[in-house]
């Protein structure tokens, strides 16, 4: 039986099964991941744009990535993947998508039960008063309207606690699912990273690259979401 085929069982004998998903599920929707080849952080120091000391000493270059990643973003849409995780969930094969993209595929594509573990760079705030503000206004480097502080997206930055309730409801999903799939990632950064190891349910990584987890997986398939997606789909 070829690995696809034991992954498609797998997920008919799973009454609890659980996807996360990294910047790879959306690579195929045109949007660039981080740390592969083509990703964000080879040309640019995640230090200096995505951490709260970019955003209090280095706000020029903060908002100037963010505003063009939220630009990227308009040009693009969720793919066949997203859909079928979401087709999953209607039908009863997959309980949660928890992910670390912030780009809100997996909702526009259906998926109805989504932990944004970074948040979501589809909302603004004010850094200051909390607000929630206009998206036109930190495209357009405006103060916030109410107190004038510094703008930002609602994303999760180096060195802040992730959201408690997405968390919160992540683990305890992951604790108790019979499998976890996780697409799309290279599990480097923390406590995302964390989370396959906490399940004592199957675990298989669908990555179009090796991680440094991998030999923790049962089932190991590289190539692409999308892809292998459709493929377990058939
Ligand atoms: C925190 C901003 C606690 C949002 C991001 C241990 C425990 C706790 C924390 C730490 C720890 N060790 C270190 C830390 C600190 C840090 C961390 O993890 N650093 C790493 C780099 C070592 N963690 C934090 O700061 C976190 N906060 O823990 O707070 C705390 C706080 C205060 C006081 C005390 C304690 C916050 C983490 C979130 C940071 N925010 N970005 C944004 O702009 O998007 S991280 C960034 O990386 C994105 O969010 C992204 O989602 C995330 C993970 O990356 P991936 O999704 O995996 O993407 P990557 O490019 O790496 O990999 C993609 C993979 O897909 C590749 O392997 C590629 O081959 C593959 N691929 C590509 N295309 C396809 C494909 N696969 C299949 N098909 C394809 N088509």
Known sequence: MSEIQTLARWIKESSFTVALTGAG???????PDFRSQSGWWNNIDP????????LEENY?????????????L???????GHAILAEWEQRGFLHSVATQNVDGFHQQAGSRNVYELHGSIRTVRCSTCDDQTELEDFLAGKACPHCKGRLRPDVVLFGEMLPQEPWQRALADIRSAELVIVIGTSLQVYPVAQLPLMTQGRVAILNYE???????????????AGELLQQINS
């Open 47 to 54: 230090a200096t744009v995505a951490t709260v000391e970019a």
């Open 210 to 224: 090796p991680t440094a987890q991998d030999d923790h997986f049962e089932l190991v398939i590289h190539g692409k």
């Open 60 to 72: 020029e270059l903060f908002q100037q990535f963010y505003a063009s990643r939220m630009q990227g």
């Open 74 to 80: 308009r040009a693009c849409t969720p793919h066949r």
């Open 25 to 31: 599920m959306s690579t195929e929707s045109g949007i």
